[in-house]
């Protein structure tokens, strides 16, 4: 990315090389579901269960990296909420959301202590308020 990411513009899209296929797919299952119905046989039948398959296997390969990727928000957002508020405040970083610790990476240091505590607090509940209220913001651009 060579600007600065901001609220604005911070959302990742997939590849269009990934939604092409997912286009591709789509129709071919389509077209190999109205052929399967229309002319009922085995090898009909065959294609359009294969295709399918594939279109499970393309948005499970989505879907499981960004659970992952969560995972990897999740813990290393939590580590440096350690470090920056200190394990004092251990209870309060456990009470926090998966969305809500995922919003709050964004955050500079210096922002999150108040930020922590205003979502604590339930002024800032929604991930996308959380986002607008960080002021410094640090890019996360390493994403699925």
Do not use: C
């Amino acid at each position: 990315m060579n600007h600065a990411q901001n609220f604005a513009n911070h959302r990742a899209m997939p590849p269009l090389s990934y939604l092409a296929a997912g286009l591709v797919l789509l129709v071919f299952t389509g077209r190999s579901i109205w052929r399967a119905a229309a002319e009922f046989n085995f090898d009909s039948l065959l294609l359009a269960l294969v295709a399918l398959a594939l279109l499970v296997v393309w948005n499970a390969s989505r879907s499981r990296a960004m659970v992952v990727q969560d995972r990897l928000i999740r813990n290393e957002t939590r580590l440096r909420l350690q470090r920056v508020l200190g394990a004092h405040r251990g209870a309060d970083i456990e009470r926090l959301g998966l969305k809500q610790v995922i919003a709050l990476r964004f955050a500079s240091d210096a922002e999150l202590p108040a930020l922590v505590d205003a979502v604590l607090a339930g002024k800032l509940e929604k991930p996308v308020d959380i986002k607008r209220a960080v002021r410094d913001w640090q890019g996360d651009t390493l994403r699925v």
